[in-house]
T-cell receptor, first 115, second 116 residues
Framework: DAGVTQSPTHLIKTRGQHVTLRCSPISGHKSVSWYQQVLGQGPQFIFQYYEKEERGRGNFPDRFSARQFPNYSSELNVNALLLGDSALYLC??????????????FGSGTRLTVV | AQKVTQAQTEISVVEKEDVTLDCVYETRDTTYYLFWYKQPPSGELVFLIRRNSFDEQNEISGRYSWNFQKSTSSFNFTITASQVVDSAVYFCALSETHSGNTPLVFGKGTRLSVIA
């Protein structure tokens, strides 16, 4: 069975540009969450989606947005990129929105570098 | 507010030594889950264990063991007879369950280097 798939694996963008990151959850998982991991830090929660609805948002600016599609895959969009957006972006899927009951499975992430 | 503290930034041990990674958490919820993840250089977070707040039994899985103590809000992780393949960054995380939305709150991680 395929795990959580993220694309692209690496990306280099220029300040001010826009980026779209993609995530396909494990088959049967209906919840997708996005995390940002800056070098040397633990992952920080950005968004959670369940059944195509936003269920939670972390402390990130409005430049960050996301959506979930009918097949439960998800996109994370970041506008007007800043140097500080350089990070590993991790996607996690779970069966339901109550992740504490079922746990998360993470993808390998997209490493975004803003220059 | 939720908070997870991993005071050890980096630990270096010689192969076959035992090593304990510390995790202290803060939460106002009475029901919560604690996790440990391993992050190898590839970047993927590998799930190791999930423990709910009502189960304080210690757990052992092969060379790995976990000590959960609610009285001290700690959830420590011990690797026995460490191996070079154990070298990675280890994260402790907390998830509250007061609502349907339970994002993980991570500590800053502990980088473990096992030297042959």
């Amino acid at each position: 069975d395929a795990g959580v798939t993220q694309s692209p694996t690496h990306l280099i963008k220029t300040r001010g540009q826009h980026v779209t990151l993609r995530c396909s959850p494990i088959s049967g998982h209906k919840s997708v969450s996005w995390y940002q991991q800056v070098l040397g830090q633990g992952p920080q929660f950005i968004f959670q989606y369940y059944e195509k609805e936003e269920r939670g948002r972390g402390n990130f600016p409005d430049r960050f947005s996301a959506r979930q599609f009918p097949n439960y895959s998800s996109e994370l969009n970041v506008n007007a990129l800043l140097l500080g957006d350089s990070a590993l972006y991790l996607c996690a899927s779970s069966l339901r929105d109550r992740e504490g009951n079922y746990g998360y499975t993470f993808g390998s992430g997209t490493r975004l570098t803003v220059v | 507010a939720q908070k997870v503290t991993q005071a050890q930034t980096e630990i270096s041990v010689v192969e076959k030594e035992d090593v304990t990674l510390d995790c202290v958490y803060e939460t106002r919820d009475t029901t919560y889950y604690l996790f440990w993840y391993k992050q190898p250089p590839s970047g993927e977070l590998v799930f190791l264990i999930r423990r709910n707040s009502f189960d304080e039994q210690n757990e052992i899985s092969g060379r790995y063991s976990w000590n959960f103590q609610k009285s001290t809000s700690s959830f420590n992780f011990t690797i026995t007879a460490s191996q070079v393949v154990d070298s990675a960054v280890y994260f402790c995380a907390l998830s509250e369950t007061h609502s349907g939305n339970t994002p993980l709150v991570f500590g800053k991680g502990t980088r473990l280097s096992v030297i042959a």
